[in-house]
C-alpha cells in the first residue's frame, strides 16, 4: 500500500477478528515507532504490548472512564499503550514535548499496522492510573494513548457503528477551514 492510500483509508477500528498478529508484523508496527522523529531525539517513547487475556479484559472492564466504554479492546488480539517519560522529553514555548514525540511514533505505529490490514483505534477515554495499576507501570511513565491492535471484522459490530457515528468519525473539515497562507486568514 502506499503511503498516501494508508492515510486516505485508514479507519478507527473497533470490531476484530480473533486472528492473531505475527511477531514479524508486530516488530515491524513497533519498529515505526521506534524510528518516529522527536524533540531533540530524546525517544521518551515507551510501549506496553498487551497479549495476555486476562490482561486484555481487565484493562476492556476496568480502565474507562465512564463504565465500560472500552469493552471492545478485549476482543483485539492485542492492545498497545503508548506511554513516556517526560523526563526524557523537553518542554518549549510552553509545551511538553513527550506528549507530541509519542502521538507521532503511535500514529506512525497505526499506519504501519494499516499497511498491513491491521486496524486500530486511539483511545483517550481511559483513567491513566487504572492503567497504569493493571499493568504495573512506574508512577514517573505517564499513559499517552492506548489502542487494540487487530484484523479488522468485514462488518461492523452495532456498537463500532454507533461510536463511529456519534463521534463522527469519517468526517474531516475541508482545507480552506484550517489552512493559512503566509499569515493567519489568509486563505489564498
Given at each position: 500500500m502506499e503511503l498516501l492510500d494508508a492515510i486516505k483509508t485508514r479507519r478507527s477500528v473497533r470490531s476484530f477478528l480473533p486472528d492473531a498478529i505475527s511477531d514479524d508484523i508486530m516488530t515491524e508496527i513497533l519498529q515505526a515507532g521506534r524510528l518516529a522523529p522527536s524533540a531533540q531525539n530524546r525517544q521518551c517513547w515507551r510501549f506496553v504490548v498487551v497479549r495476555d487475556e486476562e490482561l486484555k479484559q481487565r484493562l476492556s472492564k476496568k480502565s474507562g472512564l465512564v463504565g465500560k466504554i472500552n469493552?471492545?479492546?478485549?476482543?483485539?488480539?492485542?492492545?498497545?499503550?503508548?506511554a513516556a517519560d517526560p523526563k526524557r522529553s523537553v518542554k518549549l514555548n510552553g509545551q511538553e514535548y513527550y506528549l507530541v514525540d509519542t502521538a507521532i511514533a503511535f500514529q506512525q505505529m497505526m499506519l504501519t499496522a494499516w499497511n498491513f490490514g491491521i486496524g486500530s483505534c486511539w483511545l483517550a477515554a481511559f483513567n491513566e492510573q487504572k492503567v497504569k495499576d493493571i499493568l504495573a507501570i512506574p508512577p514517573n511513565i505517564r499513559v499517552v494513548a492506548m489502542s487494540p491492535f487487530g484484523y479488522p471484522r468485514e462488518s461492523d459490530t452495532l456498537y463500532a457503528k454507533a461510536v463511529s457515528f456519534v463521534a463522527k468519525s469519517k468526517k474531516r473539515m475541508d482545507l480552506e477551514e484550517i489552512v493559512h497562507y503566509d499569515v493567519w486568514g489568509n486563505k489564498e
Open positions: 469493552f471492545f479492546i478485549a476482543k483485539a488480539p492485542v492492545i498497545i499503550i503508548a
